[in-house]
């Protein structure tokens, strides 16, 4: 059955720090891939997606993610991380025609 | 693009009660998706139209939920009766098109509370 994992549910860094958030998968054939993420009181956003090709995807807000087939993994990059991404990060694949499977999410705190 | 909308965005209620929540996508999608979202079982597909028609409903928990589409414009996700486990922030989705290559843009939540 497809399932997405994300190991962490919290993870906190400094303003200014790297950030990588971790997201497992488990699909059968060719994943679509998806991150959201959701701002406290609002509806999820769409950072980036992966169906096809490279496997280094940019996004926006300077996000970036890496497809891995070999491990499974779809994570989550910034190399500089702003207050303003305090928010929790839903992982997702896409199972069927329409549904996305959504990972448990990571909650991100950002310290100033 | 006022993007999608919700109401309400809060709603408390006694178990029992008929909660009725309130959806308009963005003008011009043809596909609008329920979600619900709980600490135990996070993001879940309750339901999804293509142009006003429901095409999988596999997700409705039970006979209590149920969900139309009246127009192009509005859609609704009833809950009669409702029961404190169905406390949930419960999101509207719509896409322009289908398939999971098109971005589905989420409205704010409802917040429920059933008591």
């Known amino acids: 059955a497809q399932s997405v994992t994300q190991p962490d549910i919290h993870i906190t860094v400094s303003e200014g720090a790297s950030l990588e958030l971790r997201c497992n998968y488990s699909y059968g054939a060719t994943p679509y891939l998806f991150w959201y993420v959701q701002s406290p009181g609002q509806g999820l956003q769409l950072l980036l997606k992966?169906?096809?090709?490279?496997?280094l995807v940019q996004g926006i807000k300077g996000f970036e993610a890496e497809f891995k087939r070999s491990q499974s993994s779809f994570n989550l990059r910034k190399p500089s991380v702003h207050w303003s991404d305090a928010a929790e990060y839903f992982c997702?694949?896409?199972?069927?025609?329409?549904?996305?499977?959504f990972g448990t999410g990571t909650r991100l705190k950002v310290l100033a | 693009d006022a993007g999608v909308i919700q109401s309400p965005r809060h709603e408390v209620t006694e178990m029992g009660q008929e909660v009725t929540l309130r959806c308009k996508p963005i003008?011009?999608?043809?596909?609008l998706f329920w979600y619900r979202q709980t600490m135990m079982r996070g993001l879940e597909l309750l339901i999804y139209f293509n142009n006003n028609v429901p095409i999988d409903d596999s997700g409705m928990p039970e006979d209590r939920f149920s969900a139309k589409m009246p127009n192009a414009s509005f859609s609704t996700l009833k809950i009669q009766p409702s029961e404190p486990r169905d406390s949930a922030v419960y999101f509207c989705?719509?896409?322009?098109?289908?398939?999971?290559?098109?971005?589905?843009?989420f409205g704010p939540g409802t917040r429920l509370l059933v008591l």
């Open positions: 997702a694949v896409g199972s069927g025609t329409y549904k996305y499977i």
């Open positions: 989705a719509s896409s322009l098109s289908g398939g999971l290559q098109e971005t589905q843009y």
């Open positions: 992966y169906f096809s090709g490279d496997t």
């Open positions: 003008s011009g999608h043809d596909y």
